[in-house]
């Protein structure tokens, strides 16, 4: 790594693994990229997932590993919860962050939620529930949630247990403790909670922007990497960040 070379670590979604963003990684030639599987999905299969704060603390200790330096963010989904957790602990040095796909509003009936991922989640053993689930969540690449080659899918007890960490926890809590500076993003067509709550994201983190991934749904990096990559390197240079991206706030609402 050169003296003036960035670091930038990359977090994936639930079940899927680090190699679903090494196609924007590979985009970022300039920047140290890492792309690592979090607990339970890809190569770390194998360990238990036990709740989103051991996941940050993995990979805290990755990043200690690796460098003494403040290092950039990029988290989708699960990767962008774990991205809060580390943040908002300041266990290593962050420099910066963009989030995506972070329900910070409140998420309608969670008890009804918890029921239907506990009744479901065995079927994600089968490929085509896992594909199903990709593209429900807007994956194009639908095979992503289960090819083999990537060993992207997590066991389906994974799934269910980090779902209801995720139910359980209040991102907002974590985003009003971070310093760093930092944008949320949203999809255009992803669920309520996850755009309504970029208003109030903005509103209780002042270091924070927000904003609408015009056309977009919640794998919106993964589906246009050229684009995610683009965003990313805008963020980096503190540039406006490339039209497609709506700061305003006007599209928060947006049923």
Not at 15 to 31: D, N, V
Not at 98 to 117: N, P, Q, S, Y
Request: net charge positive; glycine share 8%.
């Amino acid at each position: 790594m050169t003296k003036a070379q960035q670091t930038l670590v990359l977090l994936h979604g639930g079940a899927m693994s680090g190699a679903s963003l090494r196609p924007i990684a590979k985009r970022l030639s300039h920047i140290r990229c890492l792309t690592p599987d979090l607990r339970g999905h890809g190569t770390k299969r194998s360990l238990a997932f036990s709740n989103l704060e051991q996941c940050a603390d993995d990979i805290a200790c990755l990043i200690a590993s690796e460098t003494d330096r403040p290092v950039h963010l990029f988290g989708l989904s699960l990767g962008g919860y774990v991205s809060l957790n580390l943040l908002a602990q300041q266990k290593v040095p962050i420099a910066s962050a963009i989030i995506t796909g972070v329900a910070f509003a409140d998420i309608r009936a969670k008890w009804l939620l918890r029921h239907v991922i506990g009744l479901v989640y065995p079927m994600l053993c089968l490929k085509s529930t896992r594909e199903m689930a990709g593209r429900l969540t807007g994956i194009n690449d639908a095979k992503l949630m289960s090819d083999p080659g990537s060993r992207g899918w997590a066991r389906p007890s994974t799934v269910r247990d980090l779902a209801r960490d995720i139910l359980r926890c209040s991102p907002l809590d974590f985003a009003k403790r971070v310093s760093a500076p930092s944008v949320f993003l949203a999809g255009a067509y992803e669920p309520s909670a996850v755009r309504r709550g970029l208003e109030l994201v903005r509103a209780e983190c002042a270091s924070a922007s927000a904003g609408i991934v015009e056309a977009g749904s919640h794998g919106w990096c993964i589906n246009d990497p050229d684009f995610a990559a683009l965003v990313i390197e805008r963020w980096l240079r503190g540039e406006p960040l490339p039209p497609g991206i709506d700061l305003t706030g006007s599209r928060f609402d947006q049923i």
